[in-house]
């Protein structure tokens, strides 16, 4: 390999070349490297050494397998810093650890810190309890993108807000999380927490409980928030989300506290058992409520004035919706919701264009065509 003196790019994965030395450090003209597994000697794969030769590294990098890693030493030796062109990073850790302790384990993390640079970084299985500083540095004044993912051992996040340029930000299967805190945030002398963040998701957090709201103007541009599968989750989101335009929650407890949300997506929330209509923000355009089965809606109902497309699937205790107010509904879809026998066919505006039920055994009798009760109440609808 080290013959190929004009090679620019090189592509080992899957290859069985990981089980000896490549000699980089002779590939003077490489400058995409894909697919490499950056492990110790012993356990088959490239050397951090290896890795630390290569200094005209272009686009992206991946380092796995980073359980196999003793000390920071080692790490220092992958000279990651010195990748001044390497946009995209990943570190991702799997099995068991060889390091001594957490402290070993952040020191690690510490040694892989990237160029300033860089715009894309995930961090995937990282076993310590503790994020490295670098992580928050304001310094990354082109990091766009961060995703934390199955940091199963770390019970705090860090000072993510002070990232002046980051947009999207995921952390998933977090399960040593039970409260997001205001170190989350960062400085108290910093304005605008999150000051660019676009998209923000939360996803598989199993023992999260609370979210601290600091309320000083974080999330100023936050467009879309998803919450999934946090089920121990309760409280507010943060107040004056002015941005935010689309709200995903699944397997979570509802919230309160949004603003100028025109989407929202309830999915598979078992203690969900009313709506808060009231509460709800007038830009408000479609409401989608799927595998709710908790879900009643006893009256009193308040008027959804707001709402223009409605959904319901699989809500199988949703019995009666006759006294919902739907003044400016265009379409109603509800499909799966075995137990529902009443529609606000009395209330039905002329703004309704499309009705659509399916799997609604004791609703369908009432729609039949000319025969059914409601039949003459929605016989008008320009598509059924």
């Known amino acids: 390999m080290e013959k190929l003196i004009n090679l620019r790019h090189l592509d080992i994965s899957n290859s069985s070349l990981l089980k000896m030395s490549l000699h980089l450090s002779k590939l003077k003209c490489l400058h995409v490297l894909v697919g490499a597994k950056f492990l110790l000697g012993d356990h088959g794969g490239l050397r951090m050494e290896d890795l630390g030769e290569v200094h005209n590294l272009y686009g992206s990098l991946s380092v796995l397998e980073l359980q196999n890693m003793i000390d920071k030493t080692q790490a220092l030796k992958a000279n990651i810093k010195g990748k001044e062109n390497v946009e995209k990073l990943s570190l991702e850790w799997s099995g068991s650890s060889t390091a001594d302790n ?173 709506l808060p209509f009231r509460r709800l923000p007038s830009t408000l355009k479609r409401i989608r409520i799927t595998g709710c089965r908790e879900l009643k809606l006893d009256p009193p109902v308040d008027e959804m004035s707001y709402c223009n497309i409605l959904d319901f699937w699989n809500c199988r205790n949703l019995q009666s919706l006759s006294e919902l107010v739907l003044s400016s509904i265009s379409e109603l879809t509800i499909k799966d919701c075995p137990n529902l026998q009443s529609l606000p066919v009395k209330r039905m505006p002329s703004s309704l264009s499309k009705l659509v039920i399916s799997n609604c055994p004791l609703l369908t009798p009432l729609l039949e065509f000319k025969k059914g009760k409601y039949w003459s109440n929605i016989s008008q609808i320009p598509s059924i």
């Open 102 to 274: 957490s402290q070993t384990e952040r020191a690690i993390l510490d040694g892989l810190c990237p160029y300033t640079n860089i715009k894309e970084l995930q961090i995937t299985g990282y076993k310590g309890t503790k994020f490295s500083y670098w992580l928050a540095d304001p310094s990354f004044l082109k990091l766009i993108e961060l995703s934390l993912c199955n940091c199963k051992d770390c019970d705090s996040l860090p000072a993510l807000g002070q990232l002046p340029s980051l947009k999207f930000l995921s952390i998933r299967k977090m399960h040593g999380i039970i409260e997001v805190t205001g170190e989350f945030y960062g400085s108290s002398s910093c304005r605008n927490h999150f000051n660019s963040l676009e998209k923000l998701e939360f996803e598989y957090m199993g023992e999260w409980k609370q979210w601290h709201v600091v309320g000083i103007g974080e999330f100023p541009m936050l467009e879309k928030l998803s919450i999934k599968n946090c089920p121990k989750l309760m409280g507010m989101l943060p107040e004056n989300l002015c941005s935010l335009t689309e709200l995903r929650m699944s397997e979570t407890p509802l919230f309160e506290g949004m603003k100028q949300i025109v989407e929202l997506d309830i999915g598979n929330c078992k203690s969900l058992t009313s």
